[in-house]
């Protein structure tokens, strides 16, 4: 359960990216937020002291607590990535971004995996797509399984930079994942896919894995098309 620090931050933050409260803006005394959010001023004052660790906030003497502009953001942390998903601030640019940076990350990865998985290791990938094979016919949720693969092939890496930047990727990873699989029969069409990566890095293939990972991702940049497709349908007025 969410503790109430969290459930505020949370609120503040899907605010900001949304924009409600804009680059810019000087956002409403302590008192007037603990009032509005029916919390005590303690919470609230914790809830800015986490967004400004987040280079989203400052307090300036004499101004009060501005919203600071996005290009100052801890763009990584897994919070102002879910907000900026949860606030529907998922815009072209981001998804291009997103795909940018999997195309710069995950090929390198899949190769690494390849080369030092272990045999847990494999075994772990193996469950994970196993579990995704379950969640295409229904028996689970599909983007946590997918994560879990994902994240079962950066374990694999055996590189402990990859490995503190985990959080932040399966964030990233997750904003894609979800937006991705809101076309119909996406999950089912890219298991094949995921299959073959699988058995690339179960087989040492450094070469296959990549070529999996970017065979994955221009499904996924083509699904995302699909979906700004149908959402420029959809907003298309009959005449």
């Known amino acids: 359960m969410e503790t109430l620090h969290r459930q505020v931050l949370n609120k503040m933050g899907e605010e ?45 003497r004499k101004i009060g607590t501005i919203v600071l502009p996005r290009s100052q953001w801890q763009l990584f942390d897994p919070d102002v990535i879910t907000w900026r998903a949860r606030a529907g601030a998922i815009d072209t640019g981001l998804v291009n971004d997103l795909l940018e940076l999997r195309r710069i990350i995950e090929p390198a990865a899949a190769r690494l995996a390849a080369k030092r998985a272990t045999p847990e290791n494999r075994i772990a990938l193996r469950h994970a797509f196993d579990t995704m094979a379950r969640a295409v016919a229904g028996e689970c ?84 098309e699909d979906r700004a497709l149908l959402d420029s349908t959809a907003n298309v007025k009959p005449v």
């Open 141 to 224: 949720d599909y983007v946590p399984a997918d994560l879990a693969f994902h994240a079962a092939i950066l374990t694999a890496c055996h590189n402990q930079f990859v490995q503190q930047m985990q959080n932040a990727l399966s964030a990233i990873l997750r904003t894609s994942f979800e937006l991705s699989s809101e076309i119909a029969g996406g999950p089912a069409r890219s298991l094949p896919m995921h299959e073959a990566l699988c058995v690339a890095i179960e087989q040492g293939d450094q070469s296959g894995a990549e070529a999996a990972v970017f065979t994955l991702i221009e499904r996924a940049e083509k699904d995302f």
């Open 16 to 60: 900001i990216c949304s924009g409600r409260f804009a680059p810019g803006d000087i956002l409403p005394a302590e008192p007037v937020l603990a009032e509005q959010l029916k919390v005590s001023r303690i919470t609230i004052r914790e809830t800015m002291k986490s967004l400004s660790a987040k280079g989203m906030l400052e307090v300036r």
